[in-house]
């Protein structure tokens, strides 16, 4: 009988142990060797019934690879074909609420919006001239705003939020350019008639939305703000 290496010798079940084989001498055999469905010929050694084999053989068969060192022996096999790979962690839900940034930036906009409503508002109860200059002041402050809150933007509510504050925006520059126009034509709008005008009414209903919307940290969707 051929002498055998023990460190070659793999000190791991890999056969099913067959009852009444049980020998006091080892025996060494040719055998073929399947792993994860790779297979090829190795040396099985049998000794008290049980059966052990190369781990230099084992580790190639299986695309392993086998490391030394010291008194440690390491075995790494790859995962086998048809094993499930392991389960990805489940996605945590997107976030429902507004981000620091773009609150920041929102509660900023609305700020500027309410000051340029209040100045026209205060020019048409005083009778004042309403300059293309300043409106055009506020517009542009507005609009900045609105960039900055373009680009804080990383929720899902950001996002939906911000569609409703460039919509505020929109119908702001509109009832601006059209109460401009109004007193460059020397027509009197009244304090009643802006009050009951369907697009300051708008704005209005559309600024206590969104100022709601900042405090209680959620995105609501409102037809005012549309």
Not at 167 to 173: A, G, L, R, S, V
Request: one cysteine or more; aromatic letters at 6%; proline letters at 4%.
């Amino acid at each position: 009988m051929r002498k055998t290496s023990w460190r070659g010798w793999l000190i791991l079940l890999v056969l099913l142990i067959v009852p009444g084989l049980a020998r006091s001498q080892a025996v060494e055999q040719s055998r073929t060797l399947i792993v994860n469905g790779q297979s090829g010929p190795v040396k099985i050694m049998e000794l008290d019934g049980r059966s052990y084999v190369d781990l230099e053989a084992l580790a190639r068969i299986a695309n392993g690879t086998l490391g030394f060192s010291g008194n440690q022996i390491t075995l790494t096999l790859p995962n086998s074909a048809g094993t499930e790979p392991a389960a990805a962690p489940s996605r945590l839900p997107a976030n429902s609420g507004f981000s620091k940034e773009f609150l920041r930036a929102s509660i900023e906009e609305m700020a500027v919006i309410r000051e340029w409503r209040s100045a026209l508002v205060n020019s048409i109860e005083n009778n004042f001239p309403i300059q293309e200059d300043w409106t055009e002041h506020y517009r542009g402050q507005a609009a900045t705003s609105l960039g900055l809150a373009s680009v804080a933007t990383s929720t899902d509510s950001d996002r939906s939020a911000f569609q409703l504050l460039s919509n505020e925006f929109d119908n702001m520059k509109t009832l601006s350019v059209q109460l401009l126009a109004e007193r460059q034509n020397m027509q009197h709008v009244s304090p009643e008639h802006l009050k009951d005008d369907p697009l300051n009414q708008k704005i209005l209903t559309c600024a206590r939305s969104l100022a709601s919307m900042a405090v209680g940290g959620q995105f609501v969707d409102d037809a005012s703000c549309h």
